[in-house]
């Protein structure tokens, strides 16, 4: 439980760090920090409904207008499907993760594709979850190497 | 495992729903307002308690209201946030239909340099496409002498279509010329220019007079 609070706290504040400014690099570019966190966080809160807590909790903090809108739609496919990636492939945990976060991004730039700042933004996001890999394995180390692959 | 999943986003969906279904919401605000009215209305308002309580509500409101008005700039409007994702040169700011905001509006950094028009009005609140969006495009006239060009949006903005023969120089004014907007808004100096041999065309990287990332009071341009 106590994995679980630590995780919500840490999505609700990468999430709301996501709607500011404060990450934009230039004037459009912006890393999917919370892509990144929700997939590598998935890795030690591996119940379902846990995950699905998580992107709850990031879809209601990223909201940019009210409803129902794409966006939303289109933000949790992409961190269901990175999650999903992230456990299925059957190559070694970082690989998998590095794939997971390659397919997410692009998902979540489905809407207004451009190249040159979707390569700023994969560069980024893959730096970032090679990071956030590796501090989640020095503080958890025995939950990561647990999971295995599901093939 | 699959049933997991699925369980899972059906669950996600329904936690949306509840969380922004627009009737919820009032009935919720209302069912905690009549609820608040409760205890006043069976206990009377002449009880000292209630009173001392009611005088103290109104010292903290009227602590706040100054502090909003030292920190609102006159005629400005905040910036909540920028659109979560990347490539997307979105803001929400602090004002809408209760101030009178269209879609379509024009809404400048101070009073005289264009950041973008409003696309969606809520009650409280407004979203903005501003020049940075890849998709923003529109004619603008540069320098003294009023050349004509094109100006695309995006991380880096550029002007386009500037006639080869046209005399223009790095730092020339970049002003509005397209009839969605008032005509002579800023929006950058030249630089960068670029002049290739046999094109009919020049190129320059434009300037901008602000930067998204410090973008905390704009101006609706009446």
Redesign the interface.
């Known amino acids: 439980m106590l994995v679980f609070t630590a995780s919500l706290i840490l999505t609700a504040v990468v999430a709301f760090i996501?709607?500011?400014?404060w990450i934009?690099l230039?004037?459009?570019?912006?890393?999917?920090l919370?892509l990144v966190t929700l997939v590598t966080l998935a890795l030690i809160n591996h119940s379902?409904?846990r995950?699905?807590a998580l992107?709850?909790t990031a879809?209601?903090i990223?909201?940019?207008?009210?409803?129902?809108a794409l966006?939303?739609f289109i933000?949790?496919g992409a961190a269901?499907v990175a999650i999903?990636l992230a456990g299925f492939l059957p190559w070694r945990q970082p690989v998998s993760l590095l794939v997971a976060i390659l397919v997410g991004t692009v998902m979540?730039?489905v809407d207004?594709l451009?190249l040159?700042?979707?390569i700023?933004?994969l560069i980024l996001n893959l730096l970032l979850g090679f990071i956030l890999f590796n501090l989640l394995k020095l503080v958890h180390v025995s939950e990561i190497k647990l999971q295995k692959s599901?093939f | 495992?699959l049933l997991?999943?699925v369980?899972?986003?059906l669950?996600?969906l329904l936690?949306?729903?509840l969380?922004?279904s627009?009737t919820f919401f009032l009935s919720r605000l209302s069912f905690t307002s009549s609820l608040n009215g409760l205890p006043g209305s069976l206990s009377g308002t002449n009880d000292p308690e209630n009173r001392i309580a009611e005088l103290e509500k109104e010292n903290k409101n009227l602590k706040f209201q100054l502090l909003n008005e030292k920190l609102k700039k006159p005629g400005s409007v905040k910036v909540y946030?920028?659109?979560?994702?990347?490539?997307?040169?979105?803001i929400?700011i602090a004002a809408g239909a209760n101030l009178g905001i269209k879609v379509g509006d024009v809404i400048t950094y101070g009073d005289n340099i264009l950041v973008g028009r409003v696309t969606?009005v809520?009650e409280s609140y407004s979203?903005l496409i501003t020049i940075?969006?890849?998709?923003w495009k529109m004619s603008v006239r540069v320098g003294e002498h009023e050349i004509d060009a094109l100006m695309q949006g995006?991380?880096?903005l550029t002007i386009t279509l500037i006639p080869q023969e046209a005399e223009i120089r790095d730092g020339d004014l970049v002003i509005t010329a397209s009839r969605e907007f008032p005509y002579g808004l800023g929006v950058g100096v030249l630089k960068n220019i670029k002049s290739a041999p046999g094109n009919a065309f020049k190129e320059a990287v434009l300037e901008?007079s602000f930067?998204?990332?410090q973008?905390k009071d704009v101006s609706i341009y009446r």
């Open positions: 996501q709607t500011t400014n934009l230039g004037n459009i570019i912006k890393p999917d919370i379902w409904i995950r699905t992107i709850t879809a209601l990223l909201k940019f207008t009210p409803g129902l966006l939303d933000f949790v269901l999903l979540i730039n207004h451009s040159l700042p979707l700023y933004e599901r | 495992m997991k999943v369980l899972g986003v669950l996600l936690a949306l729903f969380f922004f627009n946030s920028t659109y979560p994702f990347n490539n997307r040169g979105e929400a969606k809520f979203t940075f969006d890849p998709s995006g991380n880096e901008p930067q998204l990332k973008l």
